[in-house]
């Protein structure tokens, strides 16, 4: 449990967040919605999710997040409407300003996607993009927010807060069964999605986690990776491991494998790039003809290329039957959001 006064520090913080974007985001939930009820609804449900983990949002990328809280919140009351999506990446691209990638990391699809909805919103509409972002000014000149309902936002924050906490007391104590960790890691293969900053059961399995630039993230035992512009890095507990793949060509589907060795056996990486949009998912050998679930880390922006690395150390036993392998054994598959494989792994990647 974080020391109060942390705490404090975050509830103040997030307080003077609240009051300062309630009018923004009242404005872009009312062009989603297109009703002042539901728009203020939306907007005080997101605050409320964003508020029960505000301490784990990067302070750097807020904005990114509270909107993707926002835009998703929206769409799950709206499954399957097509419309609902269109009108959401118009508003996102025209209203926002957002560029077809960064709207696709907010919608967790793919650039292509995100252009192919523009096509279509605006042949429904009619309208070119300059006259559509003047119908979106008006639009906006028109609504007038309430006063932030603070109170009541914590207050849903701390419930929700606290039913994370239980959840995750679950879910550790199940880890903590024997075998129960390894029976977890081979059945991560199923394709998951979901908000990390808006918690939950959900979002604690999902395999994709985005990041900000320099974001520190501990991958492995005494192993710690994180993403900038350039590229990959790793760092061990002795020294820094370096960059990853920077000079590498990213205009077609690929992927890189990476082997440390950690005291528990082999620890392995890579980068993937070249993609349409964010990987499904990113599967990697055990040696012992299965395979299990990668965790992946986005750079907020760049959803074509990121970082892998495995859930686990593989033992030596295993890395050994890996390595005496056939020559064109492929130990990494790289699959799209729609379950196809995107990139899978050189034969030459034991060089790496």
């Known amino acids: ?18 009051r300062t974007h ?43 997040y509270v909107r993707r809280c926002l835009v998703r919140g929206h769409l799950r009351r709206l499954r399957g409407r097509r419309a609902a999506r269109r009108r959401t990446v118009l508003v996102l691209r025209f209203w926002e300003e957002l560029t077809d990638g960064e709207t696709a990391q907010v919608l967790g699809c793919s650039a ?42 914590q207050a849903q924050g701390r419930v929700l807060r606290r039913r994370r ?15 129960a960790f390894f029976a977890a890691d081979r059945m991560g293969g199923d394709e998951t999605s979901g908000d990390d900053a808006e918690g939950g059961a959900h979002a604690a399995t999902s395999p994709v986690r985005i990041v900000t630039a320099g974001e520190r993230v501990t991958a492995g035992p005494g192993v710690r990776v994180w993403l900038t512009a350039d590229g990959g890095h790793w760092s061990g507990s002795a020294v ?70 495995a859930s686990a150390p593989l033992p030596v036993k295993d890395m050994q039957a890996i390595l005496s ?4 054994e492929r130990i990494v598959t790289v699959y799209d959001a729609s379950g196809k494989v995107a990139a899978r792994s050189t034969s030459g990647w034991g060089r790496l």
């Open 22 to 64: 309630w009018p923004w985001l009242v404005v872009t939930a009312r062009l989603l919605t297109d009703d002042p009820g539901a728009a203020e609804e939306l907007v005080r449900r997101t605050l409320a999710r964003m508020c029960a983990g505000w301490r784990r949002v990067p302070r750097d990328d807020r904005d990114f």
């Open 112 to 153: 292509g996607a995100v252009r192919a909805h523009v096509r279509h919103g605006l042949r429904a509409t009619g309208a070119e993009p300059g006259r559509l972002r003047e119908v979106y000014a008006r639009a906006a000149g028109d609504v007038v927010p309430s006063e932030v309902p603070l109170t009541d936002v």
């Open 1 to 18: 449990m974080p020391p109060a006064h942390a705490v404090l520090s975050a509830d103040r913080d997030f307080a003077t967040y609240a």
């Open 325 to 328: 392998a056939e020559p064109d």
């Open 165 to 179: 906490t239980a959840v995750i007391a679950a879910v550790c104590a199940a880890l903590l069964a024997p075998g």
């Open 240 to 309: 820094l491991k370096g960059l990853g793949d920077s000079d590498r060509p990213r205009d077609e589907p690929g992927v890189s494998v990476r082997m440390d060795s950690v005291p528990d056996g082999f620890f392995l990486s890579g980068l993937y790039y070249g993609l349409d949009g964010e990987p499904g998912r990113v599967e990697v050998s055990t040696g012992d003809g299965g395979r299990s679930t990668a965790k992946v880390l986005v750079l907020a922006g760049s959803g074509d290329w990121g970082l892998w690395y």
